[in-house]
């Protein structure tokens, strides 16, 4: 028996040894046009998660100044106040009693007599507290709530109050909740305009970006061209290269806004123990976004990285048809 018959023959490839290859070809990294780790591209990401902070914390802020004016607009819209100003040679107490009398009319659901010490503690945000007010004429307040289902006459009351009680006057705060309407739509606009300009800057820092990456890649896309590549698969590249730029400053920005939305509600809680934090809440509320607020910001950090990728792709394309 020669040598040769002893000597094996070549075993045909399994398909373990198929899916070992397939494996390790799969785990091989893959060549982009792009360095995915470079300089440029981590001075992006930087610029992309500080935009994107700037522009949820606009929009975090837009939601809760509407959030909070709709809060103003449906507590004075729900009550009304009767004002009994003390004058001399009339008995206030006789005058707030009439009055509150008056006000117990269909199309109101309760009537209440603000005290002294109520009163006067209203003022307390502005004079302090501790002071005494008993020398000072301070107005008596009556409170009205309207009825849901009703609507008092208003002239009416207003008659009888100027009739029977001439020193009180009736206030349904029409002119405050013009007032509070025209500046919450006012600073609304404002936010919205600062987010546009925000997001304008974005776009021309990725669309610098984007050309940037071209002309640095400038070779690579001439071979291409050569071999056949089309626009659309060059173009896919850069887009998918700026897509994960996107995504991570986004989630850096956005994440960094819900924290300071979050970290800034419980400070309003633990704060709001005083008469100054107080007075700031029923202006502003705790800055508590709420479910919807947190959605809106993730919401607005994902558009951010899909128009980082949309406006990489739109701006290679441009490029790629004035080289051909």
Same mark, same amino acid.
């Given at each position: 028996? %020669?040598?040769?018959?002893?000597?094996?023959?070549?075993?045909?490839?399994?398909?373990?040894?198929?899916?070992?290859?397939?494996?390790?070809?799969?785990? @091989?990294?893959? $060549?982009?046009?792009?360095?995915?780790?470079? %300089?440029?591209?981590r001075a992006l990401v930087i610029v992309i998660a500080i935009m994107t902070f700037l522009a949820t914390l606009t929009g975090g802020s837009a939601m809760l100044?509407?959030?909070?004016?709709?809060?103003?607009?449906?507590? +004075?819209?729900?009550?009304?106040?009767? @004002?009994?100003?003390?004058?001399?040679?009339?008995?206030?107490?006789?005058? &707030?009693?009439?009055a509150a009398d008056l006000a117990r009319m269909p199309g109101f659901a309760d009537v209440r007599i603000f005290s002294r010490e109520e009163s006067s503690r209203?003022?307390?945000?502005?004079?302090?507290? /501790?002071?005494?007010?008993?020398?000072?004429?301070?107005?008596?307040?009556? &409170?009205?709530?309207?009825?849901?289902?009703?609507?008092?006459?208003?002239?009416?009351?207003?008659?009888?109050?100027?009739? @029977?009680?001439?020193?009180?006057?009736?206030?349904?705060?029409?002119?405050?909740?013009?007032?509070?309407? %025209?500046?919450?739509?006012?600073?609304?606009?404002?936010? &919205?305009?600062? #987010?546009?300009?925000?997001?304008?800057?974005?776009?021309?820092?990725?669309?610098?970006?984007?050309?940037?990456?071209?002309?640095?890649?400038?070779?690579?896309?001439?071979?291409?061209?050569?071999? /056949?590549?089309?626009?659309?698969?060059?173009?896919?590249?850069?887009?998918?290269?700026?897509?994960?730029?996107?995504?991570?400053?986004?989630?850096? /920005?956005?994440?960094?806004?819900?924290?300071?939305?979050? #970290?800034?509600? $419980?400070?309003?809680?633990?704060?709001?123990?005083?008469?100054?934090?107080?007075?700031?809440?029923?202006?502003?509320?705790?800055? !508590?976004?709420?479910?919807?607020?947190?959605?809106?910001?993730?919401?607005?950090? !994902?558009? +951010?990285?899909?128009? %980082?990728?949309?406006?990489?792709?739109?701006?290679v394309l441009r490029r790629l048809r004035r080289m051909n």
């Amino acid at each position: 028996m %020669t040598d040769a018959s002893h000597r094996e023959a070549p075993s045909a490839p399994t398909s373990d040894n198929r899916l070992k290859r397939s494996i390790q070809a799969f785990a @091989q990294p893959r $060549l982009t046009l792009i360095p995915a780790d470079s %300089t440029a591209s981590r001075a992006l990401v930087i610029v992309i998660a500080i935009m994107t902070f700037l522009a949820t914390l606009t929009g975090g802020s837009a939601m809760l100044i509407y959030q909070a004016s709709q809060n103003w607009n449906s507590a +004075i819209s729900r009550e009304m106040t009767i @004002q009994v100003k003390p004058q001399l040679g009339r008995d206030i107490e006789a005058d &707030v009693r009439k009055a509150a009398d008056l006000a117990r009319m269909p199309g109101f659901a309760d009537v209440r007599i603000f005290s002294r010490e109520e009163s006067s503690r209203l003022l307390e945000p502005w004079l302090g507290a /501790g002071l005494d007010l008993s020398e000072l004429p301070v107005p008596r307040l009556i &409170v009205l709530k309207i009825d849901p289902g009703g609507r008092p006459d208003l002239a009416a009351l207003r008659e009888q109050l100027s009739k @029977q009680v001439p020193n009180a006057a009736l206030d349904d705060h029409h002119i405050w909740l013009e007032r509070l309407s %025209t500046m919450s739509r006012a600073l609304v606009v404002v936010a &919205v305009i600062i #987010l546009l300009l925000v997001l304008l800057a974005m776009v021309l820092a990725v669309a610098f970006a984007t050309r940037g990456a071209m002309a640095g890649s400038r070779e690579i896309i001439d071979v291409l061209h050569f071999v /056949g590549a089309p626009n659309r698969f060059i173009a896919a590249e850069f887009q998918r290269h700026f897509l994960k730029l996107g995504l991570r400053g986004g989630l850096i /920005g956005g994440g960094f806004a819900l924290v300071v939305f979050y #970290l800034a509600g $419980l400070l309003t809680a633990w704060w709001i123990a005083s008469p100054e934090a107080s007075q700031v809440e029923a202006l502003f509320g705790r800055f !508590a976004l709420g479910a919807l607020g947190y959605l809106t910001i993730i919401v607005l950090s !994902a558009a +951010i990285a899909l128009l %980082t990728a949309a406006m990489s792709r739109s701006v290679v394309l441009r490029r790629l048809r004035r080289m051909n």
